[in-house]
């Protein structure tokens, strides 16, 4: 059945199967649901929407992830996608909503629009950093560069730009779950005079004072101490600690640098540990 979700100023097309009676039978959605979640406008005004069902694992022993877009169609393509992948799904069409399900239910990942209703995403993503490390993989429109470094500086993990791929997101919730998996980490522990990484706990302390990094901060860091001195490009970077290579533009690595620099330099304009070797990369030097 070819289901076809029509909304003011954007069409949004997906094929499903017909019957679906468990979150195993999502596997029969045809290749056409594959393709790239995209927005065009229509020439004409108006809304029609089919009915969809939403199925919700009830094994809480797999992660649970959030998506919260106002898009119906946006949201019903990427919890499709993600239940198909084994991740049990929330969703939320709009900040207030997505709040209530953080406390009321607290999942393992969140997915999130920017433009949001009520209380938008940006706000959204300031409320979780100020309160926990949960992870967050934004949603923006393309070309809004000011929003996604906004996010980026509040403590977002990563952003998918869209119009985007389902299985493009699917693969990046893997990728920052796996790097915040706790279970997953190496029992090791660096120290560099004042600075303490553990890998096993993911805590940094500074002078015995614990520093607040989001995952993606402590996966950077990490990485960089366990290669000292060693010159990284950017683009190494985004293979090495996102997982992906040219998946982000390298903004993201300078973003990330910087608000590490704040954390754990005495003086961040002149950085001790994470230094900047022009026209190359970064590195990270030990006393």
């Excluded at 809304?47 to 946006?74: A, G, H, K």
């Excluded at 967050?136 to 977002?156: P, S």
Aim: glycine share 6%; net charge neutral.
């Amino acid at each position: 059945m070819e289901s076809t979700i029509w909304t003011t100023g954007q069409l949004t097309t997906m094929s499903v199967s017909s019957t679906v009676t468990s979150p195993a039978s999502r596997a029969t959605c045809t290749s056409a649901a594959d393709r790239s979640v995209r927005a065009v406008t229509p020439s004409f005004q108006g809304t029609r929407v089919q009915p969809s069902v939403t199925f919700v694992s009830l094994n809480t022993n797999v992660p649970t992830v959030l998506v919260v877009d106002d898009e119906p169609i946006v949201r019903e393509v990427v919890c499709t996608y993600l239940e198909r992948a084994g991740y049990r799904t929330l969703a939320a069409g709009d900040g207030d909503r997505a709040r209530e399900l953080v406390e009321q239910d607290p999942p393992s990942l969140v997915v999130l629009d920017l433009m949001l209703p009520g209380t938008d995403g940006l706000e959204l993503c300031r409320w979780i950093r100020s309160r926990s490390e949960l992870p967050v993989i934004m949603l923006t429109a393309r070309g809004e560069e000011a929003d996604r470094i906004v996010g980026l500086e509040l403590g977002a993990d990563d952003y998918v730009t869209k119009p985007f791929s389902p299985r493009e997101l699917v693969a990046r919730v893997r990728s920052v779950l796996r790097r915040t998996s706790p279970q997953l980490a190496k029992a090791e522990r660096l120290t560099f005079d004042d600075l303490t990484i553990d890998a096993t706990t993911r805590e940094v302390t500074k002078g015995g004072e614990a520093l607040r990094l989001t995952a993606k901060e402590f996966d950077l860091l990490w990485f960089l101490a366990r290669h000292p001195k060693q010159v990284f490009s950017r683009d190494q970077l985004m293979d090495r600690v996102w997982g992906y290579s040219a998946a982000l533009d390298t903004g993201t690595v300078t973003v990330h640098v910087r608000r590490l620099r704040e954390k754990v330099e005495d003086d961040p304009a002149r950085p001790r540990f994470l230094q900047t070797v022009w026209g190359v990369g970064y590195r990270f030097s030990p006393p």
